[in-house]
T-cell receptor, first 113, second 110 residues
């Protein structure tokens, strides 16, 4: 069974702090994704990566960056956290192929005060 | 523009009643569609995909290209079906362009 692990379940950070959200998957998936989940807005894609060191912007990349130095790990970075980045962040991974389902982590609830 | 529309934010039904969660899509290509579900305090997970033509937990979904719909149906709702449901559309062969609807919360009460 695929496991996608997000390092923190809850995080509280202050405005202006640099925040790292870590995600690791154990099934050698090529694709990894970062979404944020907000009530009434559904899931919005921030960034994705289809290979090591490759990254592509999603729908809402502003204020975020990512890093994929190893195939199993995909990090989301908030360079300078702001209160409007308070959200649930979901990491997901998948094999290449349009019928391949996404496997999600448990999510990180980030609060920026 | 490609999009996925789930018109209902909340759907409340009684146990044993039929359920239909609506999903409409806008896409000029050949669509690959999915339903994902998130139960309380659990991770988001795949429920079913149209290409599999399967029934999972009593749910089915048929792709209707004429109506550009992929509604999720279950003849008799159970309380354990209460969850958030997302419809999703894959836009490319690589599977890296997935559009989600805004989700529908299904509440089943006894």
């Amino acid at each position: 069974d695929v496991k996608v692990t997000q390092s923190s379940r809850y995080l509280v950070k202050r405005t202006g702090e640099k925040v790292f959200l870590e995600c690791v998957q154990d099934m050698d998936h090529e694709n990894m994704f970062w979404y944020r989940q907000d009530p009434g807005l559904g899931l919005r894609l921030i960034y994705f990566s289809y290979d090591v060191k490759m990254k592509e912007k999603g729908d809402i990349p502003e204020g975020y960056s990512v890093s994929r130095e190893k195939k199993e790990r995909f990090s989301l970075i908030l360079e300078s956290a702001s209160t409007n980045q308070t959200s649930m962040y979901l990491c997901a991974s998948s094999r290449t192929g349009n019928n391949s389902p996404l496997h999600f982590g448990n999510g990180t609830r980030l609060t920026v005060t | 523009a490609q999009r996925v529309t789930q018109p209902e934010k909340l759907l409340s039904v009684f146990k044993g009643a039929p359920v239909e969660l609506k999903c409409n899509y806008s896409y000029s290509g050949s669509p690959e569609l999915f339903w994902y579900v998130q139960y309380s305090r659990q991770r988001l997970q795949l429920l079913l995909r149209h290409i599999s033509r399967e029934s999972i937990k009593g749910f089915t979904a048929d792709l209707n290209k004429g109506e550009t719909s992929f509604h999720l149906k279950k003849p008799f709702a159970q309380e354990e079906d209460s969850a958030m449901y997302y419809c999703a559309l894959s836009l490319n062969q690589a599977g890296t362009a997935l559009i989600f609807g805004k989700g529908t919360t299904l509440s089943v009460s006894s």
